[in-house]
């Protein structure tokens, strides 16, 4: 492995003081990044694409494009925030037992090899590692959520001499659709190569390698390089598997957690309740972490406060203030599935930029909920209606009782005072922009003589005109905007003095006197002799 590699895949070992007695005087755990409190993890998690009031006004085209920078936002809710929290003591609780700086570590590895060669070994290690999982409907967010929560923490550190370690903290594989074993293996071979720059996949991933060898090089190959989580994604394909396939995995992530020490995450829609309720039983029990079930959002807090983050993104030139009924339709046609009801508002924007209207209304939403959204209508109807004779047609989507399964351990933070303190700061920096702006442009205007006050009226009028033009725009159509206020000025006068004139005409008329007599007499017109008069 190059060192040239690991420095584009991994941090060096910064090692931190731990508070915790158990992760003290343990590298592996001290190089991690801190445990975060919730609402660091809420500000952590949290991403706000980049918005600007001043494209609304874009061409149609253009905003077609912006609109898709709704799919990277990401605002936590208390169960990501639970997530992260398990996850956290999931990976550093399972390195307590595989410190490098102990006997133990040593001799882990060597019962390894001793695997490898084909020798009979008793593993007495005792292993602290546990499994968790995660079910939710599809499109709940479940695969966002944990890459939010595994971008928290570096794939790979380096620790130097002495310990000339290079840990990989955590791997995320996703489950072949034929939830092959030998597939997974080989995927874990590549994926660890592509991250150390070695050769795995070669050495022991083609297909003449028996299972058996390819589990026992792969377990090896994860104490080697100290593997903190192993995060399994769809775990649901295992339904297709034959020939007890499914039963095979199971027992190997059993082995994983009980033997070598490797915390195993489980993630898969509805579908993979039996598989996970029956062969990953054993592997849970001692399990600190437990099992997560996310089922649609109901329409409480978490909902209103997700709905008011998302709302402030609008492309549309007649922006529309979230009402109630907005709030409830985007409820009731997504029923709760963050992702349908995030796709929804974009459509409903497009749709709106389409017809014209740049508008939203529940009327639209409705509509393009009915014309846009046909494959998932049958299962949204299903959770609408809540009958169990048609959610049974749809396994992705049965509900399941949370009190059963998920343990309420959430820490409750002020969740609406952190949105809105973001919401400040994002507010403040486009005040900022926009202030700087505006003294650019007045310098340049009082540089030309002009008064301040009126300089910073044309500078604001300018602006408000021509949103998101650039410097040299403004001024220009602040200089137009000048000019016109002069010529208007001018104008005005000019007309003032005219009517005033013709009025003294008219009342010289009806005294029947001529034009140039009233005007005199008015001291318009001077008399030639005065110039000569002494």
């Not at 709704?70 to 003591?89: K, Y």
């Not at 074993?181 to 994926?191: G, I, W």
């Not at 509805?270 to 592997?283: G, T």
């Amino acid at each position: 492995m190059s060192e040239e590699h690991c420095l584009i895949n991994a941090e060096v070992a910064n090692y931190k003081q731990q508070q915790v007695v158990d992760f003290k005087g343990n590298p592996l755990i001290e190089a991690l990044p801190e445990i975060l409190s919730p609402e660091k993890a809420f500000d952590a998690l949290s991403y706000y694409p980049d918005f600007d009031e001043q494209e609304r006004f874009l061409p149609t085209h253009i905003r077609y494009h912006a609109i898709l920078r709704l799919n990277r936002f990401f605002q936590p809710v208390m169960q990501h925030l639970d997530m992260e929290q398990r996850f956290s003591r999931l990976l550093r609780h399972g390195y307590i037992s595989r410190n490098p700086l102990t006997p133990t570590f040593t001799k882990s590895l060597g019962i390894g090899h001793q695997q490898l060669l084909g020798l009979e070994t008793k593993n007495d290690i005792r292993s602290t590692a546990s499994s968790m999982t995660l079910m939710g409907f599809s499109g709940i967010g479940k695969t966002t959520a944990i890459e939010r929560v595994l971008s928290l923490y570096p794939q790979m550190i380096i620790h130097k001499h002495p310990l000339n370690i290079t840990q990989v903290v955590w791997l995320k594989l996703n489950c072949p659709h034929d939830g092959s074993l030998k597939s997974l293996c080989m995927d874990f071979f590549l994926k660890m190569d592509q991250l150390l720059g070695s050769n795995y996949y070669e050495r022991f991933g083609s297909r003449r390698h028996s299972i058996s060898s390819m589990v026992t090089r792969m377990g090896q190959i994860a104490r080697l390089h100290c593997v903190g989580a192993l995060v399994i994604d769809e775990i649901q394909h295992l339904l297709a598997t034959r020939d007890n396939n499914s039963e095979k995995m199971m027992n190997f992530f059993v082995t994983l957690v009980n033997e070598i020490g490797v915390p195993v995450m489980m993630i898969g829609t509805m579908r993979a309740k039996s598989v996970l309720q029956q062969d990953f039983r054993q592997a849970r029990r001692g399990s600190g972490q437990g099992d997560m079930v996310w089922q649609q959002m109901k329409k409480d807090d978490d909902w209103d406060l997700l709905i008011e983050s998302i709302w402030e993104y609008q492309w549309l030139q007649n922006k529309v203030e979230l009402t109630d009924e907005l709030n409830q339709t985007i409820y009731d046609e997504s029923q709760g599935i963050v992702d349908i009801a995030v796709k929804l508002f974009a459509l409903s924007q497009g749709r709106a930029i389409e017809t014209g209207l740049e508008t939203i209304t529940p009327v639209l939403i409705s509509k393009v909920a009915k014309d846009d959204l046909k494959l998932v209508q049958p299962m949204l109807k299903a959770l609408k209606d809540g009958r169990l004779s048609e959610l049974e047609k749809y396994e992705d989507i049965m509900p399941m009782d949370i009190a059963d399964y998920l343990k309420h351990h959430e820490s409750k933070i002020d969740m609406r005072a952190s949105i809105q303190k973001k919401k400040e700061q994002i507010a403040e920096k486009r005040k900022e922009q926009k202030t700087s702006l505006i003294e650019k442009v007045m310098l340049t205007l009082i540089n030309l003589n002009i008064e301040p006050p009126l300089a910073e009226k044309c500078t604001v009028k300018a602006i408000n005109e021509l949103p998101g033009s650039s410097d040299a725009e403004i001024t220009g159509r602040a200089l137009q905007i000048l000019t016109e206020k002069k010529e208007k000025k001018k104008t005005k006068r000019d007309t003032s003095k005219k009517n005033e004139l013709q009025s003294i005409i008219d009342k010289g008329k009806k005294n029947q006197k001529s034009a140039y007599e009233s005007l005199k007499e008015a001291g318009y017109i001077k008399s030639p002799m005065d110039d000569f008069a002494i």
